[in-house]
């Protein structure tokens, strides 16, 4: 028998290979029940904070206490360890504060249930799908495809708005239309524009509110209500189709004016009409 | 079902518009039912369909055209197409009830006093499902004319999404016109409870009605009976029995088509709300 196959069978005799065979031992049926585990919570496919954190809570419990078995296989004192930990952690805690906020709004955040993976949340400027609820944070993905990471302790502490929380919600239209025209002509042709796209919820009624006098119109709110899936469609089609309809009636959306007025003491301005000197020019 | 009508006929209200067409390949037809107009062509391995709804809801067009000269479908927006490696040439059109449940409202409600019972007959839009092959395989789905969307519920946050659709919640079966696209359905209301009943809005489980045609064209579900028991908006739903729709008015029918959803027991359900102020 070679020597090296020898000092191998050796070796295996001793006490030393007995607790790294059985160190080896836990560590596999460790990992499998972690698998195990971790496939059968995401079978149930909840999406709750709850369900989430329990997932990573669970996962987290039994690799450290597979470890820290596994270690005592292997002859480490776990007092010692322990003793150890305790100094680590009051070092690592005054190290860690705002990592230790982050977690304890996270499960504020857990209890509170404000919103789901799948939600639309908008969260200061930001707005996009919430993609994972972890210890530290909230991730969400915008719509033009980023990842944004966002402190729990932030969305503790800031004011968000849960945006598909509810089935259905208001398409809101900032209008203005010319002083000239007759509001409640305004206001029948936009009621019909809502009429007549079906994605326009027929109930609750749309929302018709007149905001005043603007700098240079007369200001219109008008609110249509749409399923949360049909939001943005229904967004663009009514702005769409509220400008055909005006076009077709000839109500005037106007541009910002500006008037100038040098005052009452001031002589008037000289405005000299520059078409009518070319054509006056061109017939002599 | 009968002989293909000839080419660019113009069929009566009261003439099926639904059944088995033979559209061999290279050939397709064209058909006008109320504001759809449906086009169907069969190419080698290949089924296209495109379809074009017009504005007039009360539309009750009834042509079809067979063959027809419809060019190149594809060029037509919204096209769908559909392999088949089978060499069926049959294509099958089906009524079938709305997917979800109707929201009839009135303009003028029509009260219902307590220990007061009444039946009214409101009407809802038909689906148009197009089928290939023996069995039927379900190729498309099409609204003749697609109704608004609608929320039933007590708020904006609570409720189920339905489509509407504008009665008069008439009490005279005679006062109601003959569509070929929409089917009727005799509602009888029993208002058991103590308040007056103001019928404002009113949801009709289509999903789980029948249809049926009479012998004098008019399309009917099955009659649906609302108990009101209590001074809420919920009622005991019951359902006619099958093959004896329109309160019993409807005469001779012949079922067109199954429920959508079997409907299992006695259900209880919101089936009035007031408008949101």
Same mark, same amino acid.
């Given at each position: 028998m070679p020597k090296i196959l020898t000092a191998i069978y050796e070796w295996l005799q001793t006490e030393q290979a007995h607790a790294v065979v059985r160190a080896a031992v836990v560590v596999l049926i460790g990992l499998l029940l972690y698998l195990i585990v971790r496939r059968r919570l995401l079978r149930r496919k909840a999406v709750s904070p709850q369900s989430m954190m329990l997932r990573k809570a669970i996962g987290f419990v039994i690799l450290a206490v597979t470890g820290l078995w596994a270690l005592h296989e292997l002859g480490l004192k776990m007092g010692v360890l322990l003793g150890a930990a305790g100094i680590l952690t009051v070092a690592v805690g005054f190290a860690s504060q705002t990592s230790a906020s982050n977690v304890i709004s996270g499960f504020f955040l857990m209890a509170e249930r404000p919103f789901s993976v799948g939600d639309l949340i908008k969260v200061g400027e930001t707005t996009g799908r919430v993609l994972d609820i972890e210890f530290l944070s909230v991730k969400l993905r915008t719509f033009d495809n980023r990842l944004v990471r966002i402190p729990n302790e932030t969305m503790l502490k800031s004011e968000f708005a849960n945006?598909?929380?509810?089935?259905i919600r208001r398409v809101d239209l900032e209008i203005g239309v010319a002083y000239k025209e007759d509001v409640s002509e305004v206001r029948r042709i936009l009621l019909e524009v809502a009429d007549k796209n079906?994605?326009?919820?027929?109930?609750p009624r749309p929302f018709f509110f007149y905001r005043g006098y603007g700098d240079s119109a007369l200001k219109i709110l008008f609110g249509v209500w749409a399923t949360q899936e049909n939001y943005f469609e229904v967004h663009t089609s009514l702005y769409l189709g509220v400008k055909q309809a005006f076009d077709r009636a000839g109500i005037e959306i106007p541009f910002p004016h500006l008037s100038l007025y040098a005052g009452s003491v001031t002589a008037p301005m000289p405005v000299r009409l520059v078409d009518t000197e070319k054509a006056s020019a061109a017939s002599s | 079902m009968g002989e293909n009508p000839k080419r660019g006929d113009v069929m009566a209200t009261s003439v099926e518009w639904w059944g088995r067409r033979r559209v061999p390949v290279g050939s397709a037809g064209r058909w006008r039912i109320g504001p759809l107009t449906l086009w169907v062509q069969r190419i080698e391995g290949e089924w296209r369909i495109a379809h074009e709804t017009g504005d007039d809801p009360l539309d009750v067009s009834l042509e079809e055209e067979l063959p027809a000269d419809v060019g190149d479908l594809l060029l037509k927006e919204g096209v769908a197409r559909f392999v088949t490696a089978?060499?069926? &040439?049959e294509v099958a059109l089906a009524a079938s009830l709305a997917d979800r449940s109707v929201v009839t409202s009135s303009q003028q409600p029509l009260s219902v006093p307590p220990g007061e019972e009444v039946t009214v007959y409101v009407s809802s839009p038909l689906w148009l499902r197009v089928e290939t092959g023996k069995p039927g395989r379900l190729l498309c789905e099409i609204p003749v004319f697609r109704p608004s969307d609608t929320w039933f519920g007590?708020?904006?946050?609570e409720g189920e999404l339905c489509y509407a659709s504008r009665t008069?919640?008439?009490?005279?079966? &005679?006062?109601v016109p003959v569509r070929p696209h929409r089917a009727t359905t005799a509602v009888k209301i029993k208002n058991r409870a103590k308040s007056m009943l103001a019928l404002e809005r009113m949801q009709v489980p289509v999903t789980h009605l029948a249809l049926y045609r009479a012998s004098d064209g008019r399309l009917w579900t099955q009659d649906v009976l609302f108990e009101r028991a209590s001074d809420d908006d919920f009622v005991a739903l019951r359902l006619g029995g099958r093959g004896k729709p329109g309160a019993a008015g409807a005469g001779e029918v012949k079922q067109i088509a199954g429920p959508r959803i079997q409907p299992s027991g006695n259900i209880a359900m919101r089936a009035f709300t007031s408008l949101f102020k």
């Open positions: 945006l598909t929380r509810f089935p079906p994605l326009c919820l027929d109930e | 089978g060499k069926s &040439e007590p708020d904006t946050t008069f919640h008439r009490v005279r079966l &005679e006062e």
